[in-house]
């Protein structure tokens, strides 16, 4: 035997132990997520699985230990499978999870039972790994995913892990057919480091995933409105500013939308009628526009509506649209039925006012002259 081999056979599995110590300690800092503890069980079972065929060969007539060895990786496997599928980037369907669950299950018996042929156990264990890795691949290709390309990688380690062993399994079952005993440490020292590659790629790139994806998950609730769910504030000035700044409208229009007497509907009914109030006109001023048109709430009892393209009379149009529908929704609190109204204020631009804190200003002003004039009004600025 080579000197390289034990050291690749030490490397691999400290690197493993490490790695699970890693993934364990990953997982108690981040609130307890299961693909941690699946990825920390799976590089310990690897690593068990190593010292467990290291013993098996280095002594003879422990065939038992070597086919605990063979279950321990194939598991090993599955639990790479695990934590991806838990992984909030990749989740697989239960359909497929299933499967793969009974590739497992199955595969466990046909190594079990090939355990009583020697060399066979060790066949069917480096094709049942490399069947697993391919549908842990298949987890990839199935997520859309705006890290395409750190995704591939880690396909492209999986797919190379799973050729090397299904390699493996068939230069020993040809061997073992033609009864030869040629030298195949070579192979098993590849197979180490396409295992020790895709090892350390996984320690390192998925919980750098998890952060970044739990970063544009950040930015995507700060960008809606919890309540309603359209755009916050900031989301709806950013989008506004950027249609508003494009040279393929003519005009834009910009609706403030109010709801009157707010205040006093909390007082009277409640809070929790008044965001029941705000998520329906929220909904409706949504559904009543085009998708061009770019809707949130500013806050408050207070809506946005910016419909790129519309002249002024076509957005009084709409807007006394909008607030007519809202006069019709039904509101009930107990036996009594609430009616509620909006006040409106328009703003155009036009080849002079074009950026958002002018438009912005001249709407609010509308707003508040329909406010004065008695409320349940649409007033455009003039």
Not at 150 to 167: D, E, I, S
Request: glycine fraction near 6%; proline fraction near 2%; charge should be positive.
């Amino acid at each position: 035997m080579s000197s390289g081999l034990p050291s690749g056979i030490a490397m691999a599995f400290a690197i493993n132990v490490l790695v699970s110590v890693y993934f364990f300690a990953v997982y108690r800092a981040q609130q307890r997520n299961q693909s941690y503890l699946y990825w920390s069980v799976s590089c310990a079972l690897f690593a068990a699985g190593i010292g467990a065929s290291v013993i098996a060969h280095a002594a003879e007539g422990l065939q038992a230990v070597n086919t605990l060895a063979c279950l321990l990786l194939f598991t090993a496997s599955f639990g790479l499978y695990c934590g991806l599928n838990k992984f909030e980037l990749s989740p697989g369907s239960i359909k497929f999870y299933r499967r793969v669950r009974s590739i497992f299950v199955v595969g466990s018996a046909v190594i079990t039972v090939a355990g009583f042929y020697s060399t066979m156990v060790n066949v069917v264990a480096s094709v049942g790994m490399a069947l697993m890795f391919v549908m842990t691949e298949g987890l990839f290709y199935q997520r859309k995913s705006p890290y395409k390309r750190v995704y591939l990688v880690l396909r492209l380690l999986l797919l190379l892990h799973a050729f090397v062993l299904f390699l493996q399994g068939i230069v020993m079952l040809v061997q073992m057919l033609a009864a030869q005993d040629s030298d195949t440490r070579y192979l098993f020292n590849i197979v180490l480091l396409s295992h020790l590659l895709l090892t350390v790629a996984t320690a390192l790139v998925l919980p750098l995933l998890h952060v970044m994806n739990q970063r544009r998950q950040w930015q995507k609730l700060a960008n809606l409105d919890e309540l309603t769910g359209l755009p916050s504030r900031r989301a709806f000035v950013q989008k506004a500013a950027k249609s508003l700044s494009a040279d393929d409208q003519a005009c834009h229009s910009l609706l403030m939308v109010d709801i009157d007497h707010f205040k006093q509907v909390n007082d009277q009914f409640g809070h929790t009628f008044g965001d029941e109030v705000l998520r329906r006109v929220g909904k409706m001023l949504a559904e009543g526009l085009r998708q061009t048109d770019i809707v949130g709430r500013m806050g408050g009892e207070e809506f946005a509506v910016l419909l790129p393209g519309v002249s002024t009379e076509r957005a009084q149009s709409v807007a006394d649209r909008l607030r007519q529908k809202v006069s019709e929704l039904q509101f009930k609190q107990g036996d009594k039925q609430v009616t509620i109204t909006v006040s409106i204020g328009i703003a155009v631009s036009h080849e002079v006012l074009y950026d958002w804190e002018h438009l912005y200003s001249q709407a609010d002003q509308a707003l508040y002259s329909a406010k004065r004039e008695g409320r349940n009004l649409v007033y455009v600025f003039s």
